[in-house]
């Protein structure tokens, strides 16, 4: 069956780095898919990694290593809005065309 | 440009009764998703569709039926309501499997 583990939360201040990592195991593999989502709100997608290496858009760039069957997404210059949980997601041959998603990392960031 | 809207928003129901809940996209994308978000579990797909006419079943599917008459309608319909199924519920959309686009949700209560 497919599983994905990704720390349940981290901390982290104003203007510091922080990587949330994500480790999967799938049936097939398409990519990986990281989302955001603010507290009550609904998630939205940030960035997709189909091939090894990093992609980079902005402060948040995200990175894959099929080979480990790893990724992580790194958040830089972090802001107090960068609070949020922290989905990643992947499709598997046995969920069809749809994608399965982690249990989140809650990222807390203070000043 | 609405992009995904849910109705309703919040809902109340007693066990045993039934509901509909609507997600609506003017994205025209083929893709359309129902999740449920519990506290600690991530999104889970309840049911999904790859187009028009077309519906399958996700990792928790029991007690929902959905339909997709048109292809910017997608509609979830609990038969009879249990206080397991008290939940926040996501409609999602997408083109790209790998980059969804969701609806604000509906906050449902069994009691």
């Known amino acids: 069956g497919q599983s994905l583990e990704q720390p349940s939360e981290v901390t982290a201040v104003e203007g510091a780095i922080v990587q949330i990592n994500c480790t999967y195991q799938?049936?097939?593999?398409?990519?990986l898919s990281w989302y955001q989502q603010h507290d009550g709100g609904a998630p939205t997608f940030l960035s997709y990694?189909?091939?090894?290496g990093l992609e980079e858009t902005g402060r948040f760039s995200s990175f894959l290593s099929r080979s480990d069957s790893y990724g992580y997404l790194l958040l830089q210059e972090l802001q107090m809005k960068d609070s949020a949980s922290y989905f990643c997601?992947?499709?598997?041959?046995?969920?069809?065309?749809?994608?399965?998603f982690g249990k989140g990392t809650t990222l807390s960031v203070s000043s | 440009n609405a992009g995904v809207t849910q109705t309703p928003k919040f809902r109340v129901l007693k066990t045993g009764q039934s509901m509909t809940l609507l997600c609506a996209q003017d994205?025209?994308?083929?893709?359309m998703y129902w999740y449920r978000q519990d506290p600690g579990m991530g999104l889970r797909l309840i049911h999904y569709?790859?187009?028009?006419?077309?519906?399958a079943k996700g990792e928790v599917p029991d007690g929902y039926n959905v339909s997709r008459l048109k292809k910017q309608n997608f509609l979830l319909g609990l038969e009879s309501a249990a206080p397991s199924q008290t939940s926040v519920y996501f409609c999602?959309?997408?083109?790209?499997?790998?980059?969804?686009?969701f609806g604000p949700g509906t906050r449902l209560t069994v009691t």
């Open positions: 990694n189909a091939l090894d």
């Open positions: 799938t049936s097939g593999f398409y990519g």
């Open positions: 569709s790859v187009g028009e006419g077309t519906t």
């Open positions: 999602a959309s997408s083109v790209r499997l790998h980059e969804q686009y």
């Open positions: 997601a992947v499709r598997d041959n046995a969920a069809g065309t749809a994608l399965i």
């Open positions: 994205m025209n994308h083929e893709y």
